[in-house]
Structure formats: structure tokens, C-alpha cells
């Protein structure tokens, strides 16, 4: 009988062993809630403009109404009743325009949508009211006007995810939207420039957008400029990286106009050492071009003195 037991002990431990074994399976497949929901590439698409979003106040507003002007514009696709993720890509959104120095009305746009159309007006307002309150740099009375929060209906909200590439899904047993994390960039006539994915962008990646979306117009300083002429968008992460070649080129440029600039210095050092020997050669007064006697009865002619 002990034996009997020490065989049952012995089993019992196994299973219990096997047991969390059996649940560190890894699937290669994505869970069914977000399969399918990946960001597409969608930059150079035009988003339509009678796409209708309404704004905090509840009247509607027409996406060819905010694609009439020349500054590049943010576009944030969220929920505000988002349990978690919506409210981080909110909060990240704020530090980035806090800390990017260019400035919400002068430089561009941002504009927050909710694609679930159940959002109210009066959640929209109070989000927008949170955000621009939030903003430290200040808001002038045209900042109020370009950093703004809106709704849209159901249908509109499946129209603007299809043109910049954003998929959403909604889970009726949890009461919740299943979809990625991404803000895009777009032109002032209302392409799709770039998209920044994940939580881990900074301004300057952020600055980048925007820099390409305007073509470099909004660049506030020569470095600017290069940022704008050195980086590139990695559309498989969503992040502007370092473009070897266009540094390369660059570095050419600039080391061809240092060469240049050495080269133009040292001749017309040159040429000024030139004419300094000639001076003395000739003999002549400077300014007069009248040759005059080294010696001593000279000097003294030339000063008023008397010639001996």
C-alpha cells in the first residue's frame, strides 16, 4: 500500500507540474480581436473632402474646410471612451506639442477625431477644452481655432480610417474598439504625408513629419532645413531615420564649399602679399602712384624737409 501511495504522490506531482506547461503555448497567429487591424501605407492619398465631422459645439463640419489653408495638419484618430490606450496616445500627444517648437495655429494644425460614432458632443467638448487648457506654449485665438476635437458617424468613421489606413473593430462582449495606435501627418491640401505608429516618437520625430508634409516651408532655421533634407520615413515602423545617402550628399556639398572658400582665401591672401612686394619694389607712394628715391635726403624732401 505505501508503494501504492508513493505511485499516486508521484503522479499528482507531474500533473500539477504539466499543468502551467500546457499554458505557455505561443500561438504564431494573432488573437482573432486584432488580426487583420495593421496599419497600411496610405501616404499620397487625398482624403475626401466631403467627409462630415462634427465639431465640439455639435455642428458639422466638412474635412475640405480644414484643407484650405498652407500649414501641414496632425490627425488623431482615437475614442474617447477608450478604456486605455486612447487616453495614452492623448496624453503622449500633449507632451510632444508641449515640447515641439513650432507653435499649434502659426506652424499647424492638430485634429482629433473619435470613430466611434456613440461618443457625445459634450465629451468632445470637455476633451478639447482639457487639451488646449493643457497646451503650455500658449494658445493664440487662431491656435483655438486649429487644435480641435470632433465626432463622426459611423460611416464617416469607416471613410476616414480607409484613406489614411487606419483599421478599427469593435468587440460587442467587451463594449470596446480593438485598433492600432497611430497619429498621421497630412498636407495642407489634404494628403496623406506620413504616419507615426506606437508611443515611443518624440518632437523631433514629430518635427520630421511635419517638415516633409510642408515641403520644408515651415523650416524656422538652416537646421531645419537639414533635418528635413536628411531623414526619411521608415514606412515599416512608422519613425524617420537617418537617409545615409542624402547625409553623404550633403557632406559633399559642404565640404566642396569649404574647399572653394579655403582656396579663394588663400588666393587673395596671395594676391594682397603680391601687391605689398610690389609696393616696396617700385618704391612708390601709396595712393599716388608717383615713384619716389630711397634715401635718407628723400624721406626728408618728402616730410618738407631740406635736401642736402
Known amino acids: 500500500m505505501r508503494r501504492v501511495w508513493d505511485i499516486l504522490g508521484i503522479l499528482i506531482a507531474l500533473a500539477a507540474v504539466s499543468l502551467p506547461v500546457s499554458a505557455q503555448v505561443i500561438h504564431d497567429e494573432l488573437p482573432a480581436q486584432i488580426k487583420g487591424l495593421e496599419l497600411h501605407d496610405s501616404r499620397g492619398d487625398q482624403i475626401p473632402g466631403d467627409i462630415v465631422l462634427y465639431n465640439a459645439e455639435g455642428k458639422p463640419v466638412q474635412m475640405s474646410s480644414y484643407f484650405q489653408g498652407d500649414k501641414p495638419i496632425v490627425l488623431v484618430p482615437v475614442y474617447y471612451s477608450c478604456p486605455k490606450l486612447c487616453g495614452l496616445m492623448l496624453q503622449h500627444l500633449n507632451e510632444i506639442v508641449n515640447d515641439l517648437d513650432y507653435d499649434i495655429g502659426e506652424d499647424y494644425a492638430v485634429l482629433v477625431y473619435s470613430f466611434d460614432h456613440t461618443n457625445t458632443t459634450a465629451v468632445t467638448r470637455g476633451k478639447q477644452t482639457q487639451h488646449q ?82 515641403d520644408g516651408k515651415i523650416a524656422a532655421s538652416v537646421g531645419d532645413f537639414f533635418l528635413h533634407m536628411c531623414f526619411q520615413l521608415d514606412p515599416n515602423a512608422g519613425q524617420y531615420s537617418v537617409q545615409a545617402m542624402r547625409v553623404m550628399q550633403i557632406g559633399g556639398i559642404i565640404s566642396m564649399f569649404g574647399v572653394g572658400l579655403l582656396v579663394g582665401g588663400l588666393r587673395l591672401a596671395e594676391g594682397i602679399r603680391r601687391r605689398k612686394r610690389q609696393r616696396m619694389e617700385t618704391g612708390s607712394i601709396p595712393g599716388s602712384g608717383l615713384p619716389v628715391a630711397v634715401g635718407v635726403g628723400d624721406e626728408a624732401h618728402l616730410k618738407g624737409g631740406v635736401r642736402p
Open 133 to 214: 487648457e493643457a497646451y503650455r506654449r500658449g494658445l493664440s485665438s487662431i491656435g483655438r481655432q486649429s487644435y480641435l476635437f470632433h465626432t463622426t458617424s459611423a460611416a464617416d468613421a469607416k471613410r476616414l480610417g480607409d484613406a489614411i489606413g487606419f483599421d478599427f473593430r469593435y468587440l460587442p462582449k467587451l463594449r470596446e474598439f480593438s485598433h492600432p495606435s497611430a497619429m498621421y501627418v497630412l498636407t495642407p491640401d489634404g494628403h496623406v504625408s506620413s504616419y507615426l505608429s506606437g508611443l515611443d516618437y518624440g518632437p523631433k520625430q514629430l518635427k520630421l513629419a511635419l517638415l516633409d508634409a510642408s
